[in-house]
């Protein structure tokens, strides 16, 4: 059933858009044909970088298969307690925008234990990937996917109570302007020693990974934590789909490429988490 409380927004005019039958339309004639899958690509063609841009379908897949082991539910756990502890009151309808979503994991695991807690959850989700909005759209049909960039995303200005951004590009721009006066942006970025083990079988001086502890420009950071625990990788397949999740996949040679798959056994993994609130609301 079709969730008539979510419109998307037009990426040429800015437009709301409205879904008649399979096809989402602005008052200015602008048409967008919704998928079989359920998703709608709102991408122009100016905003492609490339023919295919985002992840590959090689690399979606292999996320899906690492992540469907729930090796990094945790994560997923954490945020969704971030949510619920913030709405005391259940029965309250809250908007979740994934501005990345790859192929749906995090948004899917975040409703389904956010709308344990009481609360309504009207969710929805971007990428520039179209192979990994696909997969998203297939298996959660009661939420909503785009494809689309991060630095122009579809959706009404002051629209969402949270954006969760995991390890992907964003606009603190857009991202100010769909969130509501008092909503929340949960950024979750590589703390120092995420994929440690990984990265000295790569490199022979492995660097840690930045991290800062300042809000990004027009946001006041409200709390800052750090998610660390160790998984063990009990076959090649997950170390396979593990480095194709990460940018080493591209760079790796051959002869590292064999020692990962024989020799990493377990991997730290290191997650820095912000949550960080309009400067302006802070304020006040």
């Not at 096809?23 to 709608?40: I, P």
């Not at 807690?117 to 971007?126: C, F, H, M, P, T």
Request: hydrophobic share 35%.
């Amino acid at each position: 059933m079709e969730n008539t409380q979510f419109t998307w927004r037009c990426p040429s005019c800015g437009e709301a858009l409205t879904l008649l039958e399979r096809t989402w339309l602005c008052e200015n004639k602008h048409s967008f044909d919704k998928a079989k899958e359920g998703y709608v690509n709102l991408l122009l063609a100016h905003q492609k970088n490339s023919k295919a841009p985002g992840d590959n379908n090689e690399m979606v897949l292999a996320r899906r298969a690492f992540l469907s082991q729930d090796h990094y539910l945790p994560l997923a756990q954490k945020i969704a307690h971030i949510i619920t502890q913030g709405h005391e009151q259940k029965e309250t309808e809250v908007s979740i925008f994934d501005a990345g979503c790859g192929e749906g994991y995090y948004i899917r695991q975040i409703q389904e234990l956010v709308q344990k807690s009481g609360l309504k959850v009207l969710a929805s989700g971007i990428d520039i990937s179209k192979s990994a909005v696909q997969k998203a759209a297939k298996a959660k049909a009661h939420s909503q996917f785009a494809v689309a960039s991060c630095y122009n995303i579809p959706l009404a200005s002051a629209s969402q109570d949270y954006v969760v951004q995991i390890f992907a590009p964003s606009s603190p721009v857009e991202i100010k302007r769909i969130l509501k006066p008092e909503g929340k942006w949960i950024s979750v970025n590589p703390a120092s020693e995420h994929l440690h083990q990984m990265k000295s079988i790569i490199y022979d001086t492995p660097q840690e990974h930045d991290v800062s502890d300042q809000a990004q420009v027009g946001f006041e950071m409200v709390s800052q934590e750090r998610l660390s625990f160790e998984i063990q990788l009990h076959n090649e397949e997950q170390r396979s789909n593990l480095l194709k999740m990460t940018p080493f996949y591209w760079t790796i040679s051959n002869e590292n490429k064999l020692r990962l798959m024989q020799e990493l056994q377990c991997v730290q993994i290191d997650f820095d988490i912000k949550v960080m609130q309009n400067a302006d609301m802070a304020q006040n």
